[in-house]
């Protein structure tokens, strides 16, 4: 059974850092590309950053620049550093694994999200 955790959500001043942990299980995570995705009140969830099986990373024009993806195939994580963080940023975050069985055939799975609220 997939089982994706996040953790490191909390309640920041906007301006600091926070890093998120997602662990995986029950998949394979080194053949996974996985990311990170937020969804704000009343918004659709949108895409914050993914990180392909060979390491190569993709953010969001919001926050490039400010958040870091990365990941440990030895300890199945995938990590989101946060750094020059804004109110905007508020959200719950979640984790996706993405496996791309064959061309027609793929298999996601999403953790429950943590919340990350940043104060002005």
């Known amino acids: 059974q997939v089982q994706l955790v996040e953790s490191g959500g909390g309640l920041v001043q906007a301006g600091g850092s926070l890093r998120l942990s997602c662990a995986a299980s029950g998949i394979s995570f080194s053949a996974n590309d996985m990311g990170w995705y937020r969804q704000a009140p009343g918004m659709q969830r949108e895409l914050v950053a993914t990180i392909t099986t060979g390491g190569i990373t993709n953010y969001a024009d919001a926050v490039k620049g400010r958040f870091t993806i990365s990941r440990a195939n030895a300890k199945n994580t995938v990590d989101l550093q946060m750094d020059s963080t804004k109110p905007e940023d508020t959200a719950v975050y979640f984790c996706?694994?993405?496996?791309?069985?064959?061309?027609?055939?793929?298999?996601?799975?999403w953790g429950q999200g943590t919340l990350v609220t940043l104060s002005s």
């Open positions: 996706k694994s993405r496996l791309a069985v064959t061309l027609e055939r793929v298999l996601e799975a």
